[in-house]
């Protein structure tokens, strides 16, 4: 384990920004904490957890420690005749553990093909796409305290998920790190494809439903998620940088009456859930750029770097759309992407 001082963290956010942190260390197992903990220097300052940076914008140095888990191993820990449960280590890339699984003609993760970043974070965030989110199939999360090194299991119910949250991005945020996560996945014969969202059910219509694999399904992700979303490795990004706003009634049926043909989504609460890429875009922002930055021509929710962009230039344009957005359809559009 090494203690890396002044240590740039470009290799480790998608929106490719160069900044420093001061003390940079990869955590494998429970005893490097302890190791660390006894080093009194290190001890004293603050520690904050990473994993790829695929939901984090930076915009200056850090000061402290970041930790990164990199324990990546796979255990199929439990088997029974329809279902298997396999425990993963947190510093395993997301899109490979899923990979694996739908390899084997294991369902459950194929609807989550692609999603950037860690197996760690996903319980964090409880990442979701196309009907299906991470909360669905854990059904542990080992974790290990970063002040005593303390081994913490969590079931599923414990963990408090919610829309792109749990307890991990909550009260325990930067306390307790992420080691292993346990799913529970279902045999070929025995589970079912989510097609929920639309396009992925037209993406199979020519199938007879018998015949669908979880590669099938994974596949058609992968072809979607292409065609719709910039690549981080060719220009960095974050995925979407805004939450959907939620809206009360009266607001929405003042908003409507302007804009006829605003989407919309109602929420069980009774409020509407407002798509934040079709304020943006009827701001006029899609494809617009700011210096190195911009709002992706693709997709109006992901700001892009152009090319050498720093993270307060990122940081300058998600204002700027605020800003307009707020001014047009007075809705606050709070950044889903951690700022740090
Ligand atoms: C192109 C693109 C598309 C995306 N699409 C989706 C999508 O469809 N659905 C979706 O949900 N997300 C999506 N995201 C967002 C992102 O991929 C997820 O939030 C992902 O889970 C972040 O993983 P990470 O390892 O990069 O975590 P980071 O961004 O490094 O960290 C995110 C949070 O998790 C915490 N964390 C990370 N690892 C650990 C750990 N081991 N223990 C404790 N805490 C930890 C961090 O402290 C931080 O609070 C997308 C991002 C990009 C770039």
Not at 183 to 203: D, H, I, M, S
Not at 207 to 216: F, G, N, Q, S
Not at 290 to 298: D, I, L, N, T, Y
Request: hydrophobic share 35%; charged share 25%.
């Amino acid at each position: 384990m090494h203690i890396q001082a002044n240590h740039s963290l470009q290799p480790y956010n998608t929106f490719n920004i160069d900044v420093k942190s001061q003390y940079y260390i990869e955590i494998n197992k429970q005893s490097d904490i302890l190791t660390l903990r006894s080093d009194l220097k290190i001890a004293s300052l603050p520690w904050r957890i990473i994993g790829d940076g695929s939901n984090i914008l930076f915009t200056h140095d850090l000061e402290g420690v970041t930790v990164r888990c990199t324990y990546d191993k796979i255990k199929v820990v439990k088997e029974d005749n329809e279902n298997v449960w396999i425990s993963v280590g947190a510093g395993m890339k997301w899109h490979d553990l899923v990979t694996y699984t739908v390899e084997n003609n294991w369902w459950g993760l194929e609807n989550l093909a692609l999603i950037p970043g860690t197996v760690g974070a996903a319980p964090v965030q409880n990442i979701g796409a196309y009907g299906s989110e991470a909360r669905d199939t854990i059904t542990r999360v080992q974790t290990l305290n970063i002040y005593d090194g303390q081994r913490i299991e969590f079931r599923n119910a414990e963990c408090n998920f919610g829309y792109r949250t749990s307890l991990f991005k909550q009260e325990f945020v930067n306390k307790l790190l992420v080691h292993r996560v346990t799913f529970r996945l279902r045999k070929l014969q025995y589970g079912n494809a989510n097609l929920v969202y639309e396009p992925l059910k037209l993406a199979l219509q020519d199938i007879p439903k018998p015949e669908y694999t979880p590669k099938m399904v994974y596949d058609a992700v992968i072809d979607i998620r292409q065609k719709k979303l910039p690549d981080p490795k060719r220009q960095g990004n974050a995925g979407s940088f805004f939450k959907n706003p939620i809206i009360d009634v009266d607001y929405f049926e003042t908003l409507k009456k302007e804009y006829p043909d605003i989407p919309h989504h109602k929420t069980l609460e009774g409020q509407y859930k407002i798509p934040a890429a079709w304020l943006i875009e009827n701001t006029g922002w899609k494809g617009r750029s700011h210096g190195k930055s911009a709002v992706s021509a693709k997709h109006a929710l992901v700001l892009v770097n152009l090319g050498g962009a720093k993270g307060t230039d990122i940081e300058e344009l998600y204002q700027l759309v605020q800003e307009d957005v707020n001014h047009k359809f007075g809705i606050y559009l709070e950044p889903e992407v951690i700022v740090l």
